[in-house]
């Protein structure tokens, strides 16, 4: 029996920070999710996404229905680090970083002595006639003109592993000089001082507080009609680009265009007005797709479906 | 509208579905005159509280054969629910496999679309 998956839950949404975990949900279980992670720096990132994995409060719902994941309050889920615990990572990123400069060092070594190893022979050609083109002028009197492309001085190297005692607020560990990355690692399953509590179910998950889906008619139509469709082996999106509430899709989104955009309708006699069959029908039959008007019965817990395509004439 | 000429086939069912008349009358002279369809009879859909239309829409060169289909006719200005689509096609002896609801504004537009039960993928 595989371990369940764990969603991390932080402000009642549930999150999938581990790749594996990932592509497991996404290759055995069909639930896609969407990615959020975005880098601090950069500005108007809205095309390449990383982790965190968000997934809708539909696919959480179902995957702890199913056995599948549990939910984890992740805030409470990171302890404060124990004196010795936090030593260890301080040296483990210490060690981490004065192997960053190290290599940087014999990389610059390797340079210095071997100046022309990087460049392509067509480079190397032009700087030798540079080369030539001013010690010519340089010996008939004339002015050095700058070359156009006169490669940038490489820069020298400091000897960085010259460690400066700086002010750390313990003292006890000095950070040395030269440049280096820090990495932060995305999950946080590997932090000693992570220890989650897992909620295996959806009622031990609502009575700990830290969740809450589905409370209204609505959410319990749209966790029906999202588990039908599943359970009929249809991977779900978002609908808001083609205005409903899913994109059906018949298999995996990265190979497939969706046949279907479903609007959930939360009970048989909820009011329905003829211009949305207008509004969904055309935009559907527009985008080669139909739409599909999902009715969830409260009493009977049945899905059933209703395909609404413009009819070509008229 | 009693002079129309529509109005003998349709008397009976205006009568008895005043509500709906409005739409009932723009939809069967819309199929009748506009669209061609032939062989057009009106149908009582109780269920549904208002008449149908059924008839032999023109073939197209894309169409295998002649079809034979039900519209229900309704104003923009109305309320329905699923329920009541699910309604019409219980009501239709045999039961087809797909209706077409014909949605009427003020403005005498008429627009048809085609409704099926189940999920149904849209043509190629």
């Known amino acids: 029996m595989t371990q369940p998956i764990l969603l991390r839950v932080s402000n009642f949404k549930a999150y999938v920070w581990d790749v594996d975990d990932i592509n497991i949900l996404r290759s055995h279980h069909h639930i896609c999710g969407i990615l959020t992670g975005t880098l601090p720096h950069l500005s108007s990132q809205n095309i390449f996404l990383g982790l965190p994995l968000q997934l809708m409060p539909e696919e959480a719902v179902l995957l702890v229905e199913n056995g599948i994941a549990v939910l984890v309050d992740d805030p409470s889920a990171h302890h404060t680090p124990s004196p010795s615990v936090l030593k260890s990572w301080k040296e483990a990123r210490l060690n981490d970083v004065r192997q960053q400069i190290a290599l940087t060092e014999e990389k610059g070594s390797i340079e210095a002595s071997n100046p022309d190893r990087a460049m392509s022979e067509n480079a190397k050609r032009k700087r030798k006639e540079r080369e030539e083109r001013r010690a010519r002028a340089k010996s008939d009197g004339v002015p050095c003109i700058p070359a156009e492309h006169s490669p940038s001085p490489r820069p020298t190297p400091e000897n960085p592993s010259q460690t400066t005692v700086g002010e750390t607020p313990d003292n006890t560990i000095a950070m040395p000089s030269g440049s280096y990355t820090v990495n932060i690692p995305a999950s946080s399953s590997k932090l000693e001082w992570y220890a989650p509590r897992s909620h295996i179910s959806l009622t031990i998950a609502r009575e700990a507080g830290i969740w809450l889906y589905p409370s209204t008619l609505q959410e319990r139509a749209r966790c029906g009609v999202f588990r039908d469709l599943w359970e009929k082996g249809y991977y779900m999106g978002g609908g808001i680009k083609f205005g409903g509430e899913y994109l059906v899709y018949p298999g995996d989104p990265l190979r497939y265009h969706s046949h279907f955009v479903a609007s959930v309708i939360e009970a048989p006699d909820a009011a329905l007005r003829p211009m949305e069959i207008v509004a969904h029908g055309r935009l559907g039959t527009g985008t080669k797709k139909a739409h599909l008007l999902c009715e969830w019965n409260d009493e009977t817990q049945v899905v059933s479906y209703l395909s609404v395509e413009w009819a070509g004439f008229g | ?124």
């Open chain 2, 1 to 124: 509208m009693q002079n129309h000429p529509s109005y003998p086939v349709l008397s009976q069912l205006l009568a008895k579905y005043p509500a709906t008349g409005g739409a009932l009358f723009q939809v069967y002279n819309d199929l009748t005159l506009a669209q061609r369809w032939t062989d057009v009879e009106v149908l009582d859909l109780p269920a549904c509280k208002r008449a149908a239309i059924k008839g032999q829409r023109p073939t197209t060169d894309t169409d295998r054969g002649p079809s034979i289909c039900v519209v229900v006719p309704c104003s923009l200005s109305e309320s329905i629910s699923t329920s009541w689509l699910r309604a019409a096609f219980t009501s239709l002896d045999p039961l087809p496999s797909e209706i077409y609801v014909a949605i009427t504004s003020e403005d005498t537009s008429t627009v048809y679309y085609k409704i099926s039960q189940g999920i149904v993928k849209p043509p190629v």
